[in-house]
Every structure is written in C-alpha cells, then in structure tokens.
C-alpha cells in the first residue's frame, strides 16, 4: 500500500481501469453481473428523496464503485430501486457518503474589502476536489455495442492530453445517455442535467469536454454568480444575506450589497434555475441523512428525443451504469461489469 500512495493519482487511476476492466472481461463468475427489475405500479410516487411505502413494491438493486477521490476507500455501495407506470419511469438512488459538500467555489471578503473565490490551490484546470460539490451519474446505452459489452468503462480514455482522461464512445453514431445529479446546481431545483455522450476527441481547444454533452434547453440552467471584471459577486441571497446556502435561485437572487459583509463572509458563486426543454426532462427530490444521500426520480418513459434513452420496448433489458462524486469535479467512483433494467 505504501507504494500505491507515492503513485501520481493519475497513474492509480490508470490502473484501476486496466484492473477493473480485465475484471469486467473476465466472465459471470468474476464481474459484477446484476439486472434491476422496474415494479409495475397504478400511480407512481409523489417525489420528496425518501425510501417511501410505495417502494418496498420493488427489489432493491445493490452495486459498489470503485476509484474515487475521498469516498473510504475509495468506494461506495448503493443501492437502487425502479418503478414504473403506463407512460412514466422511477427511480430511488441511495448510496453512503460520509459528508455532504455543498461548498462550492464561493466568494469569500478579504480583510482589505476585496473580494477572492475559494479554489482548490491543487486545481490546474478541470479537477477541483476542494470547494466542489457532490454528484452522481447514470450512464445509459442508447446505440453503443462497446458499452453494452463493458458498461462505462468502454467510455473511459486516458493519457490524450487531459488530466483524468475523456469520455467518448467508440463509433460515429453511438450514443449514450447521461443523467448527471449535481447537489448545488441541480438538486436544489429539483433536477438532474440530461447529457449524452457520443464519440467527440478530445482537443484542448474545439472539443475541450470530448464526447460529453448536454441536452438542448430552452431556458434555465447555472451560471457564475460574478460581475464583467470577474472581481467579486454580482448578485445576492435575500436580504444580502452570507452564505450557506451555496448557491442563489435566479427568481430569488438581489443586487449585491458590499456594505451588507464582513470579513470572511462569503456569497455564493453560482446561480441556479431549472432547465426548460429537452435538457429538463429528468424530475428529482433529495435528502441527506446518516451518512447516506437519497435522490427520488422520474422520466416518461418515452421523451422522443434523439439524446435520450427510450424505454420504448418493455420486454428489452436496457444496459446502464453508474458513477459517484464525493465533491470531486472528475475524480468519480465508477461501477465495473454491465448492469440491466428490466421491466417486470
């Protein structure tokens, strides 16, 4: 083990997916080989994040991931749970973590009256594990055969020029569906970001984020909280109020007020409000408690759209994955193996 910490993460991080993926290969006996079976139900639940009545309907769905940034370890277990109904699909999400991180990049008044925003001083670009927060991703196949073969780690690629690899799909045409719960830009608006993935490169300059995109949205969304010279915040919580929360809802944000803050006070660094659009399809509630986040959602279970999974087919099995964020921007927990949806 002590050889293991004086590696440069990115080289631990190459070796688990060299690992993990020889595992994956290795057969039934070997790899994580699970199918979570959706429970049909008249009238699906009323979405609040807790594991309600409703749900002890269905078999709960259990998973590890491994190689993350401060998780124990480096890993996780979870659990999941899926209902569904004549035109909507569900899902309860539960997984340990030890902390909850909300403190995402805010600003913070200095004792001269100037204004900095907290960073990660290890931060050379893409890979805050300091001022973050916590997320978690379900990676769907829509038209990958790699993936259906070896889940997420077929999407999985270092040593190109980025820190902590790129996400791509193999061929031109495959696609993959993401649903990526972010807890300070999404959760609290009751939302997870639909992205998809498709086979993009990665190059620093046109394709900076390789495959990985978002849905089309017609309004809404996330944006620094900063003003043009990017020197300090532009809005505020009400009643110029410092922070937490970490984050201001745009229909709630005020003009900013220096006079209102002392030093060490700090004002958040991100604006909020729901997606409208293709982007907003994925509805979601959320609690935090004991060590362990619960996050309750829903989709119809056809959206029409050409970036997400349609589940069109009821007797089809559908391949997916999962990743965790333990207030880390890239370094996840990742799932091994292929996992299954079936439709009971």
């Given at each position: 083990?002590?050889?293991?910490?004086?590696l440069?993460?990115?080289?631990v991080?190459?070796l688990?997916?060299?690992?993990?993926?020889?595992?994956?290969?290795?057969?039934?006996?070997?790899?994580?080989?699970?199918?979570?079976?959706?429970?049909?139900?008249?009238?699906?639940?009323?979405?609040?994040?807790?594991?309600?009545?409703?749900?002890?309907?269905?078999?709960?769905?259990?998973?590890?991931?491994?190689?993350?940034?401060?998780l124990?370890?480096?890993?996780?277990?979870?659990?999941?749970?899926a209902?569904?109904?004549?035109?909507?699909?569900?899902f309860?999400?539960?997984y340990?973590?030890?902390?909850?991180?909300?403190?995402?990049?805010?600003?913070?008044?200095?004792?001269?009256?100037?204004?900095?925003?907290?960073?990660?001083?290890?931060?050379?670009?893409?890979?805050?594990?300091?001022?973050?927060?916590?997320?978690?991703?379900?990676?769907?196949?829509?038209?990958?055969?790699?993936?259906?073969?070896?889940?997420?780690?077929?999407?999985?690629?270092?040593?190109?020029?980025k820190?902590?690899?790129?996400?791509?799909?193999?061929?031109?045409?495959?696609?993959?569906?993401?649903?990526?719960?972010?807890?300070v830009?999404?959760?609290?608006?009751?939302?997870?970001?639909?992205?998809w993935?498709?086979?993009?490169?990665?190059?620093?300059?046109?394709?900076?984020?390789?495959?990985?995109?978002s849905?089309?949205?017609?309004?809404?969304?996330?944006?620094?909280?900063?003003?043009?010279?990017?020197?300090?915040?532009?809005?505020?919580?009400?009643?110029?109020?410092?922070?937490?929360?970490?984050?201001?809802?745009?229909?709630?944000?005020?003009?900013?007020?220096?006079?209102?803050?002392?030093?060490?006070?700090?004002?958040?660094?991100i604006?909020?409000?729901?997606?409208?659009?293709?982007?907003?399809?994925?509805a979601?509630?959320?609690?935090?408690k004991?060590?362990?986040?619960?996050?309750?959602?829903?989709?119809?279970?056809?959206?029409?759209?050409?970036?997400?999974?349609?589940?069109?087919?009821?007797?089809?099995?559908?391949?997916?994955?999962v990743?965790?964020?333990?207030?880390?921007?890239?370094?996840?927990?990742?799932?091994?193996?292929?996992?299954k949806?079936?439709?009971?």
């Amino acid at each position: 083990m002590r050889t293991i910490r004086k590696l440069p993460w990115v080289t631990v991080f190459t070796l688990l997916i060299l690992g993990v993926g020889l595992l994956a290969m290795a057969g039934p006996s070997m790899a994580q080989q699970n199918v979570l079976v959706a429970k049909k139900v008249a009238t699906g639940p009323a979405l609040d994040g807790t594991l309600k009545d409703i749900w002890k309907q269905a078999s709960p769905f259990t998973f590890k991931v491994v190689g993350g940034r401060h998780l124990t370890g480096g890993s996780t277990d979870g659990t999941l749970r899926a209902l569904y109904t004549n035109d909507m699909v569900y899902f309860l999400f539960q997984y340990k973590d030890p902390t909850e991180s909300v403190h995402r990049a805010p600003w913070q008044k200095q004792a001269d009256g100037s204004w900095k925003k907290l960073r990660d001083p290890e931060d050379k670009g893409g890979d805050n594990n300091l001022y973050y927060e916590d997320k978690f991703a379900i990676l769907w196949n829509i038209s990958s055969p790699a993936f259906e073969q070896r889940g997420c780690l077929s999407t999985c690629h270092t040593g190109e020029g980025k820190a902590f690899g790129n996400k791509y799909t193999k061929d031109a045409g495959e696609r993959l569906d993401m649903w990526h719960w972010k807890g300070v830009r999404t959760g609290p608006v009751g939302q997870i970001d639909d992205q998809w993935v498709d086979n993009t490169r990665y190059d620093k300059d046109k394709a900076p984020e390789a495959g990985r995109k978002s849905d089309p949205k017609t309004a809404g969304g996330y944006a620094d909280n900063q003003t043009a010279d990017k020197k300090g915040p532009q809005f505020a919580l009400k009643g110029n109020k410092p922070a937490p929360p970490y984050w201001i809802v745009d229909s709630e944000k005020e003009a900013f007020d220096d006079s209102k803050y002392k030093s060490g006070d700090e004002v958040p660094g991100i604006i909020i409000s729901p997606f409208t659009g293709d982007r907003g399809d994925l509805a979601a509630k959320y609690t935090y408690k004991g060590g362990v986040r619960t996050v309750e959602l829903s989709r119809k279970l056809v959206t029409g759209s050409e970036f997400d999974v349609q589940f069109s087919d009821l007797k089809k099995e559908y391949a997916f994955g999962v990743a965790v964020f333990d207030n880390a921007q890239v370094r996840h927990a990742f799932s091994t193996g292929v996992f299954k949806l079936k439709f009971e």
